[in-house]
DNA sequence: GCGTGGTAATTAAGTACTCACTTAATTCAT
DNA sequence: ATGAATTAAGTGAGTACTTAATTACCACGC
């Protein structure tokens, strides 16, 4: 009888159910408008509870933020569906799969880059567990990966570490153009070409002639 | 007398004068902690003046931030001293210097960079008068040089649009984790040296075999 | 040189409002 | 009926912005 997808009727929910549901609304919000930039008021709102809910969960605004990043710190990693194409040394297939989660995942929801540069620029010493447990971990993976390859004579002797930077800067930067600053590329430049244009042009870069 | 060396003895400044100190002051906070991290009171207290006097120049704090972006859409084009160079069409040089443009200057005044990232993420308006104003140009003459280049035979046929992206955004990423997160990258990776590996990279994936 | 009047720079002390956070009481599931 | 979830109604400390009065500067006539 329930309608269903109507706004869900006020019911009571277990205390864990509500901070995830607090937790969730938080990131949203502060992912678009900052930390500083988020009132209580708003969030409370967004879950349809009082402010003296969050407190009850969260001793301070800064506590419910520092839960965020707790959670948001757990995602997947996003270098898992390179792993197959890794083991098969297909160079290619590696940095396609590597470009289209990280554009993917950040297209569907751009929460957790938006999160990070916020809190890198405002300071928040949380900013580099966030960015540690994430960018780190992939850092890790593809230049232990270029090491492999160069020890193999694959690539030409570069450095695995700042190859690595280089590939992630120019997928980056797509990402960043065209979530943060909402800038259209022209159309004859899909997003299947322009990671192509990335692979060919790094692997031309960085193999062997 | 007159000290000589001491802060000026002048208490009263014109009009002009004091306006630009404000924007001056103001740019400074409002990178350091966004447009919403900072108060007026700081801005004042910075400048050594009462918030009266903000008012009186500025009608509201968000017309303070517009005239920082008006005075900084101004400063000096990123791709200038790279003109001789393309000029010459000395590929690597003009690369090179492109980036140590990026890089120095990042270096000895982030406040541009956050400000165009936090006026990004907050959602200013502004944010993309400054994006369109600095950012497009570069794009345009580094897409506009490597087109020349393609058609010369010199590079093979990429699209010259996005090669230009991805030279940009490997040194913007190099920025990124510098200036933003606070990584420091390994001793034996100097800037130089992160550069050169940047523009060896590029050429050798971009030129002719 | 020397007062002096006009004007622009400057401020002290507000105002109305919003913020993070609190308290004490109420509702509901079991 | 107990205890956890929940809230209405605060509180004091900021916040952007205002107002009315005060101060320093300087061109001008003497």
Request: proline share 3%.
């Amino acid at each position: 009888m329930d309608g269903g997808t109507g706004p869900a009727r006020r019911v009571r929910l277990t205390g864990e159910e509500r901070r995830r549901q607090i937790i969730e609304a938080a990131a949203t919000l502060f992912s678009r408008k900052g930390f500083r930039g988020t009132t209580t008021r708003e969030i409370a709102e967004a879950v349809g509870v009082s402010e003296a809910m969050l407190f009850k969960h969260f001793v301070t605004k800064e506590e419910l933020y520092a839960a965020i990043i707790e959670t948001k710190s757990h995602a997947r990693r996003v270098m898992d569906p390179a792993l197959a194409a890794a083991e098969r040394e297909d160079d290619a297939e590696v940095l396609r799969t590597l470009a289209r989660e990280m554009i993917g995942r950040t297209r569907t929801d751009p929460t957790l880059m938006r999160l990070t540069f916020f809190s890198a620029l405002e300071g928040h010493a949380l900013s580099d567990i966030m960015f540690r447990s994430r960018v780190q971990q992939l850092d890790d993976f593809l230049s232990g990966y270029f090491a492999k390859r160069v020890a193999a004579g694959a690539f030409r002797p570069v450095d695995p570490l700042q190859a690595a930077w280089n590939f992630i800067g120019m997928v980056a930067y797509h990402v960043q153009r065209f979530e943060l600053f909402k800038q259209k590329p022209p159309e004859h430049l899909t997003t299947e070409r322009a990671i192509e244009e990335m692979v060919q042009l790094f692997l031309n870069g960085v193999r062997r002639a």
